[in-house]
């Protein structure tokens, strides 16, 4: 199934980035906006991973090696998602300016959580034992484990990613946006026709373009090794 979720990814990243190519996509019309209007939502959510994972993963890992515990249940975690309803509603007549860090905080929250879950688990392995004996602390010992880590580490960022990307055009579609650009999120607020009938073509096409991305994420994600 992973391999069907990278080849889905790859799908949505090779033709939005027709966008980015002079005269590649098309002039205008429906598909011209989904296509150009994907990258105000992935370059933000690309670059808030690449910051959280080995920040936020890094400092997980080192928290589960010393205490052996999973961190905070599911439910607390989630409340690393407030940041971006706040930015939401900070500026109601524009996106607020701060929406880098409204991504940023979930992402890190999501991935510290990870980190730690992996720590845990190898904190009784066999490897982590013969390391601590042979002197390896703290960030030596993080390092020397990370290679055990990084599976559940970037199935956590696949999945933090696809949780970011449907949050915020969630906002978007309902009038709160974060980001400072239009995304497919704002395309779902246009084809309701502000408050008229909606364009079912012009609802349905962002929305199945924006949730197949998602579900390939999620299944690129996969699942996480019992063992970490």
Known sequence: ???????????????????????AA??????????ADGWPLLL???????????????AGLLRGLHHGSPGLPPILASLGALPLLLAA????????????????LPALAGLFQAGRGAGARLAAQGFTLQARLRG????????ALLPHATAPLLA????????????????????????PQEDWG?????????????????????????????AGLLLLAGEVPADG
């Open 186 to 214: 704002t395309l779902l607020l246009y084809a309701r026709g502000h408050g008229g009938p909606p364009d079912a073509l012009a609802a349905a096409l962002p929305a199945l373009w924006l949730c197949s991305l998602a």
């Open 44 to 58: 933000p959510v690309a670059a808030a991973i690449a910051v959280a994972l080995p920040v936020g993963g890094l």
């Open 1 to 23: 199934m992973r391999q069907l979720g990278l080849a889905v990814v790859l799908l949505h990243l090779g033709l939005g980035g027709l966008a980015l190519l002079p005269h």
């Open 156 to 179: 956590a960022a696949a999945r933090q990613a696809a949780l970011l990307l449907l949050a915020l055009a969630t906002l978007s579609a309902l009038g709160m946006p974060v980001l």
């Open 136 to 143: 390896a602390q703290g960030l030596t010992l993080a390092f």
């Open 89 to 104: 509603r900070m500026e109601p007549e524009e996106p607020t300016r701060a929406w880098w860090l409204a991504l940023l």
């Open 26 to 35: 098309p002039p205008a019309g429906l598909l011209a906006s989904l296509l």
